[in-house]
């Protein structure tokens, strides 16, 4: 579905009318998730279908086959196990733009559990990378690229970092380091062994635990990067703790029983 939104004061109204391409009625309740990049509902009706979350998606971000591909591997990585939310058709099977996803039951761990979280991580992101080195991927498929250019360079997909660092000593330094990475990263390559589709985002914001139940959420930023930016990005908001190079040995640990780590891409996890 292909639906325009322009003001924070349209979103309730545009969840609801979302929410009727579901087969909600117009007296489901709706309850918005924290604004990120996009518009967020979960959707629950006594006498409708079971609850769902809807996403409306950002418009002028993601091209139509961008969300279909997201979906794409959402799909496939359910039907091989994974625990990802199920998608939920619209009634005209179109589920796009705005998108539909089982809800999920549990909660989002803590900080403080991230110590006993970080394999679990390491195993379900070695798990992600091995489906994506294998899976045939539809004519179609496309996402964005998390490269040199669209992180740190002049084409970054979240602006320019310079932007977020006003000092200028500050910006001289950050501007060396980064100099530093960009050298390090051309050097480590693009080869199909280190880089490929990934999750980009897998932290532990987005993991429901119910139990002993896991399910991963938001492949919103998907794309094609090296395998090692899964865990820069598990490590987010999370860099400078005292216990960052244990979480890492326990992430690499738990990711090396599933798939192959080099020790020449162990070496560069830093750079990241």
């Not at 009318?17 to 967020?40: D, H």
């Not at 490269?147 to 660092?165: C, D, K, M, N």
């Amino acid at each position: 579905m292909l639906i325009n939104h322009s003001s924070a004061t349209q979103a309730l109204d545009l969840g609801r009318r979302v929410a009727q391409c579901y087969g909600f009625s117009s007296e489901a309740t709706l309850t918005a998730f924290p604004l990120t990049e996009n518009w967020t509902f979960r959707v629950e009706d006594q006498r409708g279908p079971d609850p769902v979350v809807v996403r409306i998606y950002r418009p002028g971000v993601k091209s139509r086959d961008e969300v279909r591909s997201e979906l794409a591997w959402m799909a496939a990585l359910r039907e091989e196990g994974l625990p990802v939310p199920a998608i939920v058709p619209s009634r005209d099977s179109e589920p796009l733009f705005c998108a539909a996803f089982d809800s999920a039951p549990g909660r989002e761990p803590s900080d403080d559990e991230l110590p006993s979280w970080f394999p679990r991580l390491g195993d379900f992101t070695a798990r992600l990378h091995r489906h994506a080195r294998h899976w045939r991927r539809p004519p179609w498929f496309t996402r964005m690229r998390w490269g040199l250019e669209t992180t740190l360079g002049p084409r970054a997909h979240w602006g320019s970092w310079e932007a977020s660092v006003p000092d200028p000593e500050e910006r001289r330094q950050h501007g060396r380091l980064a100099e530093v990475v960009s050298v390090r990263l051309a050097r480590f390559g693009e080869g199909p062994e280190r880089f490929g589709l990934v999750h980009a985002d897998l932290r532990l914001a987005n993991l429901l635990v119910d139990g002993d139940q896991v399910t991963i959420l938001d492949f919103d930023d998907c794309g094609e990067s090296w395998y090692l930016y899964d865990l820069a990005a598990t490590l987010t908001f999370n860099e400078g703790r005292p216990d960052v190079d244990e979480l890492i040995a326990s992430w690499v640990d738990a990711y090396r029983r599933v798939e192959p780590l080099s020790r020449e891409d162990e070496s560069e996890i830093k750079t990241f």
